[in-house]
């Protein structure tokens, strides 16, 4: 079984950048999709990018332009480059792996980073 382990998230001033790291490990999977995820306080848990198996990105509206989701060649650790931050980026950033065995799709979620954008 995979794990799913987010890291990077820190405290930085409006305006500053951060960049989030997923790292899955437990051996081979098939991606089916990665994607990030945030979740403010008091709030729902949003959607902010995410990567699928034919390699294209997509992002949210409310951060496309400032952050850049990306992956190394092994696929096994995604990215989350945040420019540009705002305090209302305030969150913890959850990485979520959709991954495919046996015909079946299973999803596998991080502990969560915490970024908090202030001065």
């Known amino acids: 079984q995979v794990h799913v382990v987010e890291s990077g998230g820190g405290l930085v001033q409006p305006g500053g950048s951060l960049r989030l790291s997923c790292v899955v490990s437990?051996?081979?999977?098939?991606?089916?999709?990665m994607g990030w995820y945030r979740q403010a306080p008091g709030k729902q848990r949003e959607w902010l990018a995410q990567v699928i198996s034919s390699g294209m990105i997509q992002y949210a509206d409310s951060v496309k332009g400032r952050f850049t989701l990306s992956r190394d060649n092994a696929g096994n650790t995604m990215y989350l480059q945040m420019n540009s931050l705002r305090p209302d980026d305030t969150a913890v950033y959850y990485c979520?792996?959709?991954?495919?065995?046996?015909?079946?799709?299973?999803?596998?979620w991080g502990q969560g980073t915490e970024v908090t954008v202030s001065a």
């Open positions: 437990g051996g081979p999977f098939i991606m089916n999709s």
């Open positions: 979520r792996l959709k991954e495919i065995r046996n015909r079946y799709e299973y999803d596998s």
